[in-house]
């Protein structure tokens, strides 16, 4: 008796039902088609016959020859049909390979005209020279360059996706040939969509129009790099040539560092980075012109319907870090920006540490964000986030994250920070989590920042607010006396009704001055016996709103532990 017929449950597999589609989609989730061909006759027989099976081909130069064969073999059985190879080029320099990575580079070269998508990552890691004890990059060896730089040149007519991340070597261009060596992929790839530069790549090269995903992260070394005096304005030339482009993820790390060291002529235009189409927008390092003619938001028309999500990272990408304006203007070309989105649903912004002063808030216009959902802000100087709260309308904001900084404590502007008024209310009736910190957990804010929480949980409106975190690891933030007034102000069952976890620390000192606690020790409770009496307030006689219990936390506090 046959194993079939004994147990038809256990029916051998190449008489399993079902259309040759369905076989092809069971067989592509393997991933290596390979593997398929051992399963049995059957299978091997209908895998080599489906050209669909050996169209992504994966080449690993750690064994050159493998590669070149596995290459031919995938080529040949994928008939005509469009090519996704990735190739993952991990070896050292090798004289003795130097023939058979040729016949590679050839034979990879020769297929690019197929292929759909194409990923090239040199992963060698070699050691790097030092200048003024920054590591720098070495030069790309002339085998990679010269296959880099034929790809770039060649036809691919159906090519969609090109990545390139050469993550330890510098792609060098001599400024020499600048307007010669120009690599026009709207030429050579007429239909990509999507171009993903991880390498110290030159983008003045670069021309591609159709363009509707850019992500550009150089590698990073030093002032001496070919791209530091020219990164962010060849940056705003190939978007500004890219009308369709939706998605722009740029983090020039080494941005940050060079700093003021850059010209105004080095600085990208804001309307130049920023297209009609963009619905996702990460720029870090990159350094913007916010106020240059015929630029100037103010002063032209920008719509961005589609725009989602927004991060910009970085002095350089500040308004008013080109023009050193740190005032009014400064903050209405964000708020210009900001109204400019009106779909906006997620905003981040880092980094930015200079404070804005703006004498009359009044002169400040309101913009109303109604699908912004979550904003936060890391080592941002804590005026730019009076400011920026102040103008929003966001009714269906849930999640507020603010790590912030003073950067010029005795600054009396910084005052009223997370005091909702008439002139700057917070109009964030949805709000679920609010977290509030400072980020140096051994270096505190003044004093008078912790006093305002409370006036914040008075004078605000919060009805859906459930997650309230304060001071986390921020030493002399929430201190004893602001703890007992929060708590004081919470035991209204109308603030914040819908409260159901408070995290804060309890430190021993208020502000910035130097460690000492209170010569007169407060009687600290525990949290569970403050939360005992929280909730008791908050249930009072007479008092028919019905409120969830609260869970009080206490945060450590670095800074006073290290004095225990």
């Known amino acids: ?114 292929c759909a998508s194409f990923a090239y990552v040199r992963a060698y890691r070699p050691a790097v020279r030092r200048s003024n004890s920054d590591e720098i990059p070495p030069l790309l060896d002339e085998t990679s360059w010269t296959f880099v730089a034929t790809l770039l040149s060649c036809s691919a007519p159906r090519l969609r996706s090109f990545t390139l991340e050469i993550t330890s070597f510098e792609f060098r261009v001599s400024d020499d040939d ?8 709207a030429v050579n790839w007429p239909l990509l969509t999507e171009l993903d530069i991880s390498a110290c790549l030159p983008l003045w090269t670069l021309k591609s129009p159709a363009l509707k995903t850019l992500t550009v992260y150089p590698q990073q070394c030093d002032w001496e790099c070919q791209n530091a005096e020219t990164f962010s304005v060849d940056l705003g030339a190939l978007t500004r040539a890219s009308p369709s482009l939706q998605v722009l993820d740029v983090q020039w790390t080494i941005g940050e560092l060079l700093g003021e060291r850059l010209l105004t002529e080095s600085y990208a235009l804001l309307g130049d980075l920023l297209q009609p189409q963009v619905r996702d927008v990460r720029l870090n390092g990159v350094h913007v012109s916010w106020f240059s003619p015929p630029n100037n938001l103010h002063d032209r028309t920008l719509h961005l319907p589609n725009l989602a999500y927004l991060a910009l990272a970085g002095n350089g990408s500040r308004p008013g870090f080109c023009e050193e304006e740190r005032g009014t ?33 009044s002169s400040l216009m309101k913009v109303p964000l109604n699908k912004l959902e979550s904003v936060r802000f890391r080592w941002v100087e804590a005026t730019w986030c009076k400011h920026i ?10 999640e507020l994250d603010l790590a912030l900084g003073y950067w010029e404590p005795d600054d009396e502007s910084n005052c009223e920070l997370f005091v909702p008024s008439s002139t700057l209310p917070w109009s964030f009736p949805e709000l679920e989590d609010l977290e509030i910190n400072f980020l140096d957990e051994h270096v505190a804010p003044p004093a008078y920042a912790g006093t305002e929480i409370p006036a914040l949980l008075r004078n605000g409106n919060f009805p859906r607010l459930k997650t309230l975190n304060l001071g986390e690891n921020t030493h002399g933030f929430i201190h004893g006396t602001c703890v007992d007034d929060i708590v004081r102000v919470l035991s209204d069952s109308h603030v914040a009704p819908s409260l159901e976890t408070l995290t804060m620390t309890d430190c021993d000192r208020s502000g910035e001055d130097d460690y000492s606690p209170d010569s007169q020790a407060r009687n600290k409770q525990t949290a569970e016996e403050m939360a005992h009496y929280l909730n008791s307030m908050r249930r009072g006689e007479g008092d028919h709103l019905v409120v969830p219990p609260i869970t009080i936390q206490y945060a450590r506090c670095f800074g006073c532990s290290d004095h225990k």
């Open 329 to 361: 203007l400064a903050v209405q070309e964000l708020i210009y920006l900001l109204e400019a989105a009106p779909n906006l649903v997620n905003l981040y912004i880092s980094d930015w540490d200079v404070p804005v002063v703006v004498p009359d808030l």
């Open 178 to 185: 600048r307007g010669d060596t120009v690599f026009d992929l």
């Open 389 to 398: 709260l102040g103008a929003m309308i966001a009714p269906h904001l849930r």
């Open 1 to 114: 008796m046959s194993l079939s017929a004994a147990n038809p449950t256990r029916a051998p597999v190449h008489s399993l039902p079902g259309p040759a589609e369905l076989l092809v989609d069971v067989m592509e989730d393997v991933g290596d088609p390979v593997l398929v061909t051992a399963v049995c006759s059957h299978w091997r027989h209908f895998t080599l016959s489906t050209a669909r099976l050996w169209t992504h081909i994966e080449v690993q130069d750690i064994d050159v020859y493998a590669a070149v064969a596995k290459t031919q073999a995938f080529a040949a059985r994928s008939g005509n049909l469009p090519l996704h190879i990735h190739r993952r080029d991990n070896r050292a320099p090798d004289i003795d390979l130097e023939l058979v990575v040729g016949v590679l580079n050839q034979l990879l070269i020769s297929l690019f005209s197929r």
